[in-house]
């Protein structure tokens, strides 16, 4: 089992940036994919992005493509949403979720293809 916990989160002003953490712990993190999601209030859980095991495949939401980057490094057992640009649809609980798997190059956008989440971090974004 993987332990997975955010930071990062806060409230920030439209169009500044923030960094978003997710530190793993309790297995070997390479082992697996990663994603990050996030749920508004009053709205269903949706994929932002995600990133496979050695880092080499990564896929966007189109809401958030050339504004969000996702990277990991496996030497410090962490995955990264580095969010630009951010706006006020933005504004959302963000959940990263980890995926044991095989394939070094796949990556994973359902939310029910993943094993393990975390607590989530609020990203609150104001006009």
């Known amino acids: 089992q993987v332990q997975l916990v955010e930071s990062g989160g806060g409230l920030v002003q439209a169009g500044v940036s923030l960094r978003l953490s997710c530190a793993a712990s309790g297995r070997t993190f390479s082992n697996y994919a990663m994603g990050w999601f996030r749920q508004a209030l009053g709205k269903e859980r949706e994929f932002v992005a995600a990133?496979?095991?050695?880092?080499?495949?990564?896929y966007y939401a189109d809401s958030v493509k050339g504004r969000f980057t996702i990277s990991r490094d496996n030497a410090k057992n962490t995955v990264y949403l580095q969010m630009n640009l951010l706006k006020p649809e933005d504004t959302a609980v963000y959940y990263c979720?980890?995926?044991?798997?095989?394939?070094?190059?796949?990556?994973?956008?359902?939310?029910?293809?993943?094993?393990?989440w975390g607590q989530g971090t609020q990203v609150t974004v104001s006009s």
């Open positions: 990133i496979s095991r050695s880092g080499t495949s990564i």
């Open positions: 979720a980890a995926r044991p798997t095989y394939y070094s190059g796949r990556y994973y956008n359902v939310g029910s293809d993943y094993d393990y």
